[in-house]
């Protein structure tokens, strides 16, 4: 038996992830890591890793694999991980981050079960993202997140699919039917 699971969440900014998760933390107490939020929360903080990231995360570009790596790493050696399983939102988002999460896995005897895209497409995104209205979603760092995606985080998800644990479900619905989706990936992976 590892000593808990990770599940991973892809898909473009603005389809739902962090909603998604956040139902699925209320369900089910797995533990929803947002590599986003740490970094706004950094910022807010105005730590030393939120003033480094402050500019990056307002042009909407990716902070360094590197310092991405070392945060997630130190947050998956709290002991509620291995008590409740996690599920990871907003990282891996380069092939190199997805290299290195391997690696930090194995080390904390974490098993990779899953990873599920939520499939929505870029008109319909960038929609939501204006409703949304944080302060970092200005038009210019809303089309750089989208170019980004492209280039360094949709070839994950043939990455993904080659270790056979991929599955996409059609993001393009409510919130609520989205989630009857969601769960039941998560809940047959596990059985
Ligand atoms: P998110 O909330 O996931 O949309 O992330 C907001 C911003 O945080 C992104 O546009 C990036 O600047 C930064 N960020 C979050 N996660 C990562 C990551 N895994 N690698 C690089 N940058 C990230």
């Not at 002991?79 to 391997?102: H, M, W, Y």
């Not at 870029?122 to 089309?143: Q, S």
């Not at 170019?147 to 993904?160: N, S, V």
Request: aromatic share 4%; hydrophobic share 40%.
């Amino acid at each position: 038996m590892p000593a808990a699971v990770c599940f991973v969440v892809l898909g473009r900014q603005g389809s739902g992830k962090g909603t998604q998760c956040q139902m699925l933390t209320e369900r089910t107490g797995i533990i929803h890591i947002s590599t986003g939020d740490m970094l706004r929360a950094a910022v807010e903080a105005e730590t030393q890793v939120g003033k480094q990231v402050k500019e990056v995360l307002d042009s909407g570009e990716l902070v360094g694999d590197e310092l991405m790596c070392e945060l997630l790493a130190e947050r998956l050696t709290k002991s509620d991980v291995s008590k409740n399983g996690i599920i990871l939102d907003g990282f891996p988002r380069t092939t190199q981050q997805a290299e290195a999460l391997i690696q930090i896995l194995e080390k904390l005897d974490i098993e990779m079960v899953l990873a599920i895209n939520i499939d929505v497409k870029n008109e319909a995104v960038i929609e939501r993202m204006l409703l949304r209205g944080r302060t970092d979603d200005t038009e210019e760092a809303i089309k750089r997140r989208l170019e980004l995606y492209e280039k360094q985080t949709a070839p994950l998800l043939e990455w993904f699919n080659e270790k056979g644990i991929l599955v996409s479900i059609d993001g393009g619905r409510t919130e609520e039917e989205v989630f009857e989706d969601f769960l039941s990936q998560i809940e047959n992976s596990s059985n």
